[in-house]
C-alpha cells in the first residue's frame, strides 16, 4: 500500500506541475485561483480519485496535486514579468532588472538566474523543513509568532532608510506611504473587483500598475529588444540562491511579509547590483516562500497563503505532530515539481526568446499593455482599471526621479501594519 500511495503521490505531483506551468505562464491567473477551484471542486475530484484509490488518501492526493502546482508556479511566473512586463506578486521587483537583461539581447541570462535561484532554494527549504519543524514545534513558534510586527516594521524601516540621502529618504517614505494607502483601499472588502468573468483581486492591478507598467510605457515607444543570445551555461551559481533562504524562511512563516517584500529587506541589507544575482535572490526567496508554508501549515495549522489554507480545508489536521507520513510525502512531491520547474523554466524562457526574436518587441510590448488592460478588465472589472491607472502614475514616479522602486512594497506592508496595532 506504501509503495502504492507513493506511485500516485508521484502522478499528482506531476499533474500539479503542469496546473502550475500554466497558471505561472499566464499573466493575472495566481496558483491561488487554481487551488480555490480544487477546493470548490473536491467532492467531484474525490469522487474521480476514489476510484482507483483509498478515499483516505484522497486529501493527501489532491493536496500533493496543490504544493506541486504552487511550487512550478513560483519557478515560472518570472517568465511573464520579464518578456511581457506582467509580474506576478513574488516577482514585482525583478521586472526591471529582467526587463534591462531583455534589451541588453539577454533575456535568457535571467531566466536562467531564475531558474537557478528557485532551484537552489527549493532544495534548500526542503531539507531544512524537517529540523525547521522540530525547533519550531519544541517552543520556538510562540516566541517567533509574537515578533510578528515588530518584524514588518523593521522590514519597513530598511526599506526607506536604505535610500541615499535626506531627498532620498523622504522620497521613500512618500512612495511608501502612498503605495500603503492604495493597499489599504485594494484590500477593503467593500471595493468592487468584479470583472466580466468572475471575481477577481485588486492586488493584480495594483502591483502590475506599480512594477509592470512603467517599462512597458518607456519600452513600448523605444527602440526594440535586440536578437537574445543563450550561452547555455550557468554563470550565477548557489550563492545567491542561498542567500535567499533565510529571507524566504521568515516570508514563508510571518504573515505579510510577502516573498516581495523579503526581497526589499534582501535588496536592501545585501546591495545586490548585479541584475543577474538580484533576479537569482527574489526567485529563491519566492519559491522557499511556497515550500516553507507548508511548514508553517504543520506547525500552527494556519494557512499563511492561498495555497496552505487550501491544503488546511482539504487535509485537516493530517499534517500536525512531527515528521508526519502526510508531511513527508509532500515534501517529496514538492521535491518532483522543483526538478520539474527548473526543466520547464528554462524550456518556456528559450521559447519566449525566439518569439521576441520573431516579433517586433515594441509591437509585443504595445501588445503585452492591451492584454493587461483586458485581463484586468476581465478579472477586476471597472475598479481594476482604475486602481491601475492611480498605481501606474504612483510607479512612474521612481522611474522619472531615477530611485528605487523598492518602497512601493509599502502597499503590502502597511496594511499588515495597520491590522497588527488596531
Known amino acids: 500500500m506504501g509503495a502504492e500511495v507513493l506511485l500516485l503521490v508521484l502522478l499528482m505531483s506531476l499533474t500539479g506541475a503542469f496546473m502550475g506551468a500554466f497558471t505561472g505562464l499566464v499573466p493575472g491567473i495566481h496558483v491561488n485561483t487554481l ?24 486529501p493527501l492526493l489532491v493536496s500533493a496535486c496543490i504544493v506541486s502546482a504552487s511550487v512550478v508556479h513560483s519557478f515560472l511566473d518570472f517568465i511573464p514579468s520579464v518578456f511581457i512586463g ?62 510578528t510586527l515588530s518584524v514588518v516594521i523593521f522590514v519597513s524601516a530598511v526599506v526607506i532608510f536604505s ?45 502590475t500598475g506599480l512594477f509592470g507598467m512603467p517599462p512597458l510605457l518607456e519600452s513600448a515607444s523605444s527602440k526594440g529588444a535586440p536578437e537574445q543570445r543563450d550561452d547555455e551555461g550557468d554563470t550565477i551559481g548557489p550563492v545567491p540562491g542561498i542567500k535567499g533562504v533565510v529571507t524566504g524562511c521568515i516570508a514563508g512563516w510571518f504573515p505579510g511579509i510577502t516573498a516581495t517584500a523579503g526581497a526589499a529587506l534582501s535588496a536592501s541589507v545585501t546591495r545586490e547590483d548585479d541584475p543577474e544575482k538580484f533576479i537569482s535572490l527574489v526567485a529563491s526567496i519566492g519559491t522557499v516562500t511556497s515550500v516553507f508554508s507548508l511548514v508553517t501549515l504543520s506547525v500552527t495549522g494556519s494557512g499563511r ?3 496552505s489554507a487550501v491544503i488546511k480545508e482539504i487535509i485537516g489536521d493530517g499534517l500536525q505532530g512531527f515528521c508526519s507520513s502526510d508531511f513527508v510525502l509532500l515534501l517529496i ?25 520573431r516579433i517586433d518587441s515594441r509591437k509585443m510590448n504595445r501588445t503585452a499593455l492591451a492584454l493587461i488592460l483586458l485581463l484586468v478588465l476581465l478579472m477586476t472589472g471597472p475598479c481594476g482599471m482604475a486602481v491601475l491607472a492611480i498605481s501606474t502614475l504612483l510607479g512612474l514616479v521612481p522611474q522619472s526621479e531615477g530611485v528605487s522602486r523598492i518602497p512601493l512594497t509599502g502597499c503590502l506592508m502597511i496594511p499588515v501594519i495597520l491590522n497588527g496595532l488596531l
Open 163 to 207: 535610500a541615499e540621502g535626506l531627498h532620498g529618504r523622504t522620497l521613500a517614505t512618500a512612495l511608501f506611504v502612498a503605495s500603503g494607502a492604495l493597499g489599504i483601499v485594494c484590500a477593503m472588502p467593500e471595493m468592487p473587483s468584479s470583472g466580466i468573468i468572475g471575481e477577481g483581486t485588486l492586488l493584480f492591478p495594483l502591483l
Open 86 to 147: 506582467a509580474p506576478d506578486a513574488d516577482e514585482a521587483l525583478t521586472m526591471l532588472p529582467g526587463h534591462r537583461l531583455l534589451m541588453e539581447g539577454r533575456g535568457m541570462v535571467a531566466v536562467r538566474a531564475a531558474a537557478v535561484g528557485s532551484v537552489v532554494g527549493s532544495f534548500c527549504a526542503i531539507v531544512l523543513a524537517v529540523p525547521i519543524q522540530y525547533v519550531m514545534l519544541n517552543g520556538a513558534a510562540s516566541v517567533v509568532e509574537n515578533l
Open 305 to 307: 497563503s492561498g495555497t
Open 333 to 357: 512531491a514538492m521535491c518532483i515539481a522543483s526538478a520539474l520547474g527548473y526543466i520547464m523554466t528554462i524550456a518556456a524562457g528559450r521559447g519566449m526568446s525566439k518569439l521576441t526574436e
Open 35 to 58: 487551488a480555490a477551484i480544487m477546493l470548490a471542486s473536491y467532492p467531484s475530484l474525490s469522487s474521480f480519485i476514489s476510484g482507483f484509490s483509498d478515499p483516505e488518501v484522497v
